[in-house]
């Protein structure tokens, strides 16, 4: 069992920054991949990126170039640095984690998942 948990959202103008983590117990970090997901008000939960256990990162077309996931495999945590960010990329984001590593922009095929931390981005 992994346990996750997200933090380091808020409410930030456009343009602005902020950085998520996501802290895992239970399990050896290293060797999940680890993945970022989000849900708007109405909308579909979407695949934001994920980081493999071996450093290989996949991002979402629209977060390409402005988010960066890392990970501290000594600290177990998972992080998401997200920039010069828009309104529309307001939404719950949630930290996921599995053993897998194909499919990682597919959120059904990740076991566990923390509770969310919300981002709200004012224009």
């Known amino acids: 069992q992994v346990q996750l948990v997200e933090s380091g959202g808020g409410l930030v103008q456009a343009g602005g920054s902020l950085r998520l983590s996501c802290a895992a117990s239970g399990r050896t970090f290293n060797n999940y991949v680890m993945g970022w997901f989000r849900q708007a008000p109405g909308k579909e939960r979407e695949f934001v990126a994920a980081?493999?256990?071996?450093?290989?990162?996949t991002y979402a077309d629209s977060v390409k170039g402005r988010f960066t996931i890392s990970r501290d495999n000594v600290k177990d945590t998972v992080y998401l640095q997200m920039n010069s960010l828009k309104p529309e990329d307001t939404a719950v984001y949630y930290c996921a984690a599995k053993r897998v590593v194909s499919s990682v922009r597919v959120g059904s095929t990740y076991n566990y998942w923390g509770q969310g931390t919300q981002v709200t981005v004012s224009s």
């Open positions: 980081l493999s256990w071996s450093g290989v990162s």
